[in-house]
Each structure stands twice: as structure tokens, then as C-alpha cells.
């Protein structure tokens, strides 16, 4: 006698059925979703070995899983521009880039390396822009990174003092394998943000690294800190070894692409 095929067509549902709560439970609800998608539709399979098939779907969660990842990365970065791209630099002549320099840093090197970087220009050169464009660089090879202007920094810091909590806000803002500190030495320091910022990079010296974005070239950066020993401690833990670069131009940045047409 021969059998009806339908009791094998509800055993395969209930199997699939099944096989979609586990793979939920387990918290693989893209391999859900695109297993699922395959029986569905299994005819635009029906050339694809088991091994061809089962592949996809773990693709299919991995992408998603790395994706998501990049997003959680850049959103805890807080960076102002979460666009900028080492693609879009734009290398006029005029602001002499050093070609070799990003591209050397576009590799992630300097940050396996625990080395530092420093953008000095003025106003409106593109500073911010080129330290958001390695973060996000650094983002998508999965470290750390977290942008915060040197301002920002010391209020963040004196708020967990009031709270005594100042330790901890240091350990996590040690432990970022990339800080981004923009509008660095913007003003002069206090003798507190001199002692905080010491010991700051005091933590990080050797152990991660750090990107500074300031207005002032590095000779002027003794006197913004306030002279003296700290400030020589401050520059002995930045300036050695550190990746340099001087950005220049006739034309602030904001000014050439808000002139720049539609």
C-alpha cells in the first residue's frame, strides 16, 4: 500500500517549527529567519547541497551580528560626525596631508602599537573630522573607541568626584583601546585638570591610544598646561613617539563646503 505523503509534510512542518524555537531560544534569530526563508522557498535551492545551504545561513547571521556590532561601536563612541570617512578626506594642496602617514594609520597599526596621534591646526581645518574618520576606521575592526572633547572631559570627571566616583570614570576611560580628545589645551588648565589629565595619561601611557586634536602647535602646549613639572610629565606621556601631522589651508573647511554646490 502506498503511503500519503501528507503525514511526511507535517512531520518536516513540525520539525521546522521546532527547529525555529531552538535556534530563538538560543538567541539566533537571523538563522531563524533565514532557515525558515529556505523552506519556504526550496526550489531556489534545489541545486544547493546541505553544506552549501547551512553555510548561508550561518553567513546570514554572522553578517547581521557584525553589522550590529559596528553600530553598537560607533554609537558608544559618541563621535559628532558617526559619517566621516578616510575616503571623503579631501587632499588639497593646500592643506599638504600627509598621504603616507593615513594611510599608514588607516591600518590600525598605531593602535595595536599603544601610539598616539596628534592633529595640530587652526580652526575649521578638518581635525575633528580626520580624528572621527579613524574612529570610525577603528570601529570597523571591532576596537573601542570613545570621543570627548577635552572640556567635556574634566566636567564628566568633576561630576564622579562630587560622587566619589572618580576612580571608575578613569578605569573605563582606560580601558578604551582608542580616546579621541578634541579641542585639546583650548584653554589654559587649572591645577586640578592638570592633575586629572595627568592622570589620565599616566593610565593610558603604553596601554592604549589616544588622538589629540588642538588649535596649538605642540611648542605652545607647555604654557597652555601651566608650566612647570606636571605639564612636563603631561607632554613626556604624549608627545614621545606620537604620530604628528600639521594641518594647514588657505580656506577653513566649514567655509569650502558650505561654498561648495548642491
Known amino acids: 500500500m502506498r503511503l500519503s505523503e501528507e503525514p511526511l509534510t507535517m512531520e518536516v512542518a513540525i520539525m521546522t517549527s521546532e527547529t525555529i524555537r531552538k535556534l530563538q531560544e538560543m538567541r539566533l534569530s537571523v538563522m531563524a529567519k533565514t532557515y525558515l526563508d529556505q523552506m519556504d522557498r526550496l526550489e531556489d535551492y534545489a541545486n544547493m547541497s546541505f553544506d552549501e545551504r547551512f553555510s548561508l545561513i550561518v553567513d546570514r547571521e554572522a553578517d547581521v551580528r557584525l553589522n550590529n556590532k559596528l553600530k553598537r561601536l560607533v554609537h558608544q563612541a559618541q563621535f559628532p560626525n558617526d559619517h566621516a570617512a578616510l575616503e571623503d578626506i579631501q587632499y588639497l594642496s593646500d592643506r599638504h596631508l600627509n598621504h603616507e602617514l593615513i594611510r599608514t594609520l588607516r591600518s590600525n597599526s598605531y593602535i595595536d602599537k599603544k601610539r598616539n596621534v596628534i592633529f595640530v591646526g587652526a580652526t575649521g581645518s578638518g581635525k575633528t573630522f580626520l580624528a572621527n574618520a579613524l574612529g570610525i576606521n577603528a570601529c570597523h575592526a571591532g576596537y573601542k573607541v570613545r570621543y570627548v572633547r577635552l ?102 573647511m566649514r567655509q569650502r563646503l558650505a561654498e561648495d554646490p548642491v
Request: proline share 3%; glycine share 6%.
Open 151 to 252: 572640556p567635556d572631559f574634566f566636567a564628566e570627571y568633576a561630576s564622579a568626584e562630587v560622587k566619589y566616583q572618580q576612580m571608575e570614570f578613569m578605569k573605563k576611560c582606560q580601558t578604551v583601546r582608542l580616546l579621541i580628545l578634541d579641542e585639546f589645551l583650548l584653554l589654559p588648565l587649572a591645577a586640578n585638570q592638570q592633575r586629572s589629565l595627568l592622570e589620565l595619561l599616566e593610565r593610558r601611557c603604553g596601554q592604549a591610544s589616544t588622538i589629540f586634536c588642538s588649535q596649538f602647535a605642540i611648542t605652545g602646549w607647555h604654557e597652555q598646561l601651566g608650566g612647570g613639572a606636571i605639564a612636563d610629565a603631561i607632554l613626556d606621556r604624549i608627545v614621545p613617539g606620537s604620530n604628528i601631522m600639521e594641518i594647514q589651508g588657505d580656506v577653513s
